[in-house]
């Protein structure tokens, strides 16, 4: 993510992820380029907007629109004539360092890992009192 700085596809975005203890902190701005051309009067009105779709847990944000959405999700928004005039859309984030997807796959694979020992188990119990039925003398179903 610190990558996007300056490049090509985002000449106008500035942001930041860092670690600060057990979490990690998003920060940035998104503003219009000082050489970019002149706006027509007309093309002033709507608003322009940032979203993140996080991979973790959201502990806190810097502005949100709608605050948290479905606790990973944040968005903010600026009238596009703020922009314009050079406003920046500035916009933050403090997250758990955990994935949710990690989370998900550690819950999942836990629970086949449980319901496969608990049919071996099964297994074991009936083969085992098979045998002693067999050596019991007793014949089986």
Known sequence: MNRLNGTPAFPDLRIGLRREQD???LEGSWARPQDAPDVGARDRD????VRFHLPSKVFGHKHAADG???GNILGWRQRVAEGLEGHALEFGAEMDERSILL???VLFASAIAIAVLLLMGALWAVMRR??????AG???L
């Not at 098979?130 to 050596?135: A, F, Q």
């Open 103 to 105: 989370s998900t796959v």
């Open 68 to 70: 948290v959405e479905r």
């Open 23 to 25: 979490r990690l902190v």
């Open 46 to 49: 709507g608003l322009m907007a």
């Open 130 to 135: 098979g045998r002693k039925d067999l050596e």
């Open 138 to 140: 007793r014949p089986g």
